[in-house]
């Protein structure tokens, strides 16, 4: 790895703009080049592209393709993640590359994660630049999301780097595809993570994300058990495909047996996209259903979005029930919270990581523009 270090800066010499060599891949004895970032092993041959599009076998090594480029840069709410229990209020500056290690055909973000195409990239930023850029926004966090950041780790973790070194959190959006090699680095640069777990059935994975389950599972269990991050857990219901009561009740067993009742776990509702168009949007009350069974299974932090749901999307105290965060949608209606997170009618503490006063960004999306070429 080419990486110099200065007052908290990442700098890795690039091939070309954009292109750095890639980190975690071993050469095969037929002369193939092996990936070993994620469960999929892609084994490619010289001038051969990964399935996730952005990591190729290059003048006998892999190099990653997207490095400091991004489809855009943009200050969200960080309740849009969705962290619910991670500084409630506060902006965080997001921003994603292109291609995915997924194969999802319901792909919310197919426009980004299935581009085959590098002019989407069309913002420039090195990772100093990122950094001041969120702190000159007051940001308490930057995120890597919209498509799936483990594709563009080295990236992430020199972003990660130059935040921290600036005092500023760092957030994962991402579907916990890894091995545990690469997870090793690239988790140890975040603060916050939001996984995707798709589905609790291994032919959902396999047949409509091209993916496995095991692997997932072992990333949100060494999350909990072996990290200090903070966990939040997403799954998109898609009607008839993985929102039945018996597989939102075996997820939920197994949710609170290995993650525990604390860990927040939001359901989503799907709208149809991508390759998928011929599914209808999940109902509310699928979503309520599905919310009502996994607090029934001793879930305390359960959250529906997508949907406009006041009780759904607040957060109510573990022990007297008190609502102590109020929220419409991304908008902050109430804090019952003192200053250590504690619920101010019983005093118990509400698991996460919270600011005295919570912030006040609320539903703004604001472009973040870089000028160009803007690498060191």
């Given amino acids: 790895m080419n990486l110099s270090m200065n007052t908290g800066d990442a700098v890795r010499d690039e091939i070309e703009p954009g292109v750095v060599r890639g980190e975690w891949w071993h050469r095969l004895e037929d002369g193939r080049f092996q990936c070993d970032l994620c469960p999929r092993f892609c084994k ?21 393709t997207s490095y400091g480029r991004a489809t855009s840069y943009c200050i969200d709410p960080i309740e849009k993640k969705p962290l619910n229990h991670f500084y409630p209020g506060s902006s965080v500056l997001s921003f994603g590359t292109a291609g995915c290690n997924l194969g999802c055909r319901f792909c919310q973000n197919w426009d980004i994660s299935k581009a085959r195409e590098e002019r989407i990239l069309s913002s420039t930023a090195s990772p100093r630049a990122v950094a001041e850029a969120a702190a000159e926004a007051a940001c308490t966090s930057i ?21 921290q070194a600036r005092g500023i959190k760092t957030v994962a959006v991402s579907s916990g595809y890894i091995t545990p090699e690469a997870r090793r680095d690239f988790y ?3 603060d916050a993570a939001n996984v995707d777990l798709k589905a609790f059935t291994e032919t959902f994975y396999h047949e409509i994300a091209f993916a496995h389950l095991a692997p997932v599972l ?3 269990r060494w999350l909990k058990h072996e ?7 997403t799954t998109l219901l898609i009607p008839g495909h993985n929102d039945s009561v018996e597989e939102v009740e075996q997820l939920c067993s197994w949710f609170a047996e290995n993650l525990g009742p604390e860990v927040p776990l939001h359901f989503s509702a799907f709208h149809p996209d991508f390759k998928m168009t011929d599914v209808a949007s999940t109902p509310a009350a699928t979503l309520s259903r599905a919310r009502d069974q ?5 879930l305390q932090h359960v959250y529906t979005g997508n949907i406009r749901d006041v009780d759904g999307q607040s957060s109510y105290c573990r022990q007297c029930e008190q609502r102590v965060i109020g929220r419409d949608r991304y908008d902050i209606t109430a804090w019952h919270l003192d200053a250590a997170g504690r619920c101010d009618a019983c005093g118990s503490v509400l698991a996460g ?14 472009p973040v523009f870089f000028r160009p070429n803007v690498r060191r």
């Fill in 44 to 64: 490619l041959h010289e001038g051969q592209k990964a399935f996730c599009f952005v990591r190729e076998a290059r003048d006998s090594e892999i190099v990653l």
């Fill in 294 to 298: 996994a607090r029934r299974a001793g």
């Fill in 188 to 190: 140890a640069h975040i």
């Fill in 218 to 220: 072992e990333t949100l």
């Fill in 353 to 366: 990581r919270f600011d005295p006063e919570p912030g006040q960004w609320g539903m703004k999306r604001q």
């Fill in 143 to 163: 995120a890597f999301t919209y498509n799936d950041p483990i594709i563009f780790a080295e990236y992430a973790i020199d972003c990660a780097k130059a935040a």
């Fill in 227 to 233: 990290t200090d991050v903070w966990l939040e857990v």
